[in-house]
């Protein structure tokens, strides 16, 4: 799985990092989405996927090949 | 409805008896008539969305926002002041494009998710300290007037820097200046003028002597411009963050209980498993259908919606928790799945306005949920659900009181 974060869209809401911290972290001086980790482990996968789905920006993306 | 020339408009808000159930209507709406013209309270014309792409397209289109008072958009009521995102807040703070980013990324940081985890304990402490208050004056209680209404003023407070011997005069404020019915037009002005004139002394006290808290920070950080936040943005963004986190959380947290007792399995459930308590925050979130008026935007150009083409002027009304039950979205809409994920529900709206508090509201329930299962595994209604009664109320949505015994 590969994950990508637009910090465009993305309006620091958090959503993310309180899903998947160990992927997502956010900007300390305005709460912008930061990627950890773009290939997260297996384990992962349904959380990093919910967190896609949740996010109130559409600001993260995830492909399945690879 | 929307097409033809009808010109029994549907009143909005929908007169609805029920206190946790949604009115009838939203179903027919969805699938009928999902650009709906209505009549809104003051006698002006809006669209209604109820359908979860449209309201979710619509929240997050960057090109409209909430109408600012120079739009020439319906009225939601016909008096002038109360409202979530009222003239003084909405004139104040930016709405719209790069100001609103500016604005946004500055509190930004105060919200992020391992700033909610550090406040965490201190919400905890909070919750416990007023369920044991709660619990000494003994059954039965209300748990909205207890615990619902006086936790999100105090974590608020905490947040802003304002002592704790201020927090009833905040919370009397915060109830005046939200309040459309039960107090006069004079009494939510004063309301307005004391609270305004003692944020202003409050920050000038802060910029004498700086503390740990949002307002310090801002006095003295700078935007991506370079630029400091004005004395009345200030003040402006205090209120804000009071008029916009306090209503919505504590009512929020009297449905959440009141639906998670409404059918005591739901309860059980939980106390059975409190890994549920993350997905149960969320579904009953998604499944508040008294969350209040919905979102309001201005179209200031030309947008189809559902085949239906909205001309620039038009004032659409999004209700989200109409889309939050829509069955094209969620399976088994209708059932409240406390295991439910993911839920892309809209109670925080969607987009670059979508609620900014949302990981505080979200840790606020969370927390609450925790406490209340761990000290009062008993709880229970000490009503029937029939007898729960709505706020009167336009903007957010709640319950009068939630009378609960253990
Ligand atoms: C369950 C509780 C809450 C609900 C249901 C809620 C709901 C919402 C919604 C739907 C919006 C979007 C408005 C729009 O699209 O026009 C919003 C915006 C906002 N909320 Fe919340 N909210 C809650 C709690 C909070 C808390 C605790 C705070 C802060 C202390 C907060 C601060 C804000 C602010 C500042 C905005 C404006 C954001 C902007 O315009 O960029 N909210 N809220
Ligand atoms: S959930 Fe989306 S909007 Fe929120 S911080 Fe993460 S990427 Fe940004």
């Not at chain 1, 910090?7 to 309180?18: E, I, R, S």
């Not at chain 2, 650009?35 to 109820?50: C, F, I, Q, W």
């Not at chain 2, 980013?101 to 992020?112: A, D, E, P, S, V």
């Not at chain 2, 304990?121 to 000494?136: F, S, T, W, Y």
Request: negative net charge.
């Amino acid at each position: 799985m590969k994950v990508f974060v637009d910090q465009d869209k993305c309006c620091g809401a958090g959503t993310c990092v309180m899903l998947a911290p160990d992927v997502f972290d956010q900007r300390d001086e305005d709460g912008i989405v930061v990627l950890l980790d773009g290939q997260p482990s297996e384990g992962l996968h349904p959380i990093v996927r919910e967190a896609a789905n949740v996010c109130p920006a559409g600001a993260i993306t995830v492909s399945d090949n690879a | 409805m929307a097409q033809d020339d009808v010109e029994q408009l549907l009143r909005y808000p929908i007169p609805n008896e029920s206190a946790l159930e949604p009115p009838a209507n939203w179903a027919r709406l969805r699938q009928r008539c999902p650009v709906a013209r209505v009549a809104l309270a003051s006698g002006d014309e809006a669209t209604l969305l109820t359908r979860y792409d449209d309201v979710k397209r619509v929240l997050s289109d960057p090109r409209f926002t909430r109408p600012t008072p120079a739009d020439n958009a319906a009225r939601v009521a016909d008096v002038e002041s109360g409202g979530v995102f009222n003239s003084e807040m909405a004139t104040v703070l930016p709405q719209h494009g790069e100001g609103h980013l500016r604005w946004r990324r500055m509190i930004g940081k105060w919200f992020t998710a391992k700033r909610m985890n550090a406040l965490r304990p201190g919400i905890e402490a909070m919750a416990e300290r007023l369920i044991d208050d709660m619990v000494q004056q003994g059954p039965p209680a209300d748990l909205k007037a207890s615990l619902g209404f006086p936790l999100p003023v105090w974590v608020i407070c905490d947040m802003l820097g304002v002592p704790d011997s201020d927090r009833d005069r905040f919370a009397a404020w915060s109830d005046m200046m939200l309040s459309m019915t039960r107090f006069t037009q004079a009494e939510i002005e004063t309301a307005q003028v004391e609270f305004g004139r003692y944020m202003a002394g409050h920050i000038a006290a802060k910029r004498a002597e700086p503390g740990e808290d949002l307002l310090s920070a801002l006095i003295t950080d700078t935007d991506s411009d370079g630029e400091r936040m004005s004395d009345a943005t200030l003040v402006a963004t205090g209120m804000g963050l009071l008029i916009a986190g306090h209503e919505t959380t504590a009512n929020m947290i009297g449905k959440m209980v009141a639906m998670l007792l409404a059918d005591r399995r739901r309860w059980e459930q939980l106390l059975a498993d409190r890994s549920l308590v993350r997905t149960a925050v969320e579904e009953a979130l998604r499944m508040d259908a008294n969350s209040g008026f919905g979102m309001v935007r201005y179209f200031t150009e030309d947008i189809e919606i559902a085949g239906t083409v909205l001309p620039p002027g038009t004032t659409a009304v999004c209700s989200m928790a109409a889309a939050n039950r829509d069955e094209s979205a969620f399976d088994a809409a209708d059932e409240m799945n406390l295991g439910r994920s993911p839920n892309p529900h809209l109670a925080f709206g969607a987009g670059a306005h979508s609620c900014i508090g949302q990981p505080l509201a979200r840790t606020e329930l969370q927390t609450v949920l925790d406490v209340l299962l761990r000290k009062l595994p008993s709880l229970e209604l000490a009503v029937d659900v029939s007898d729960l009664r709505r706020v009167e109320g336009l903007v957010v949505g709640g319950l009068r009181e939630l009378p609960v015994r253990w």
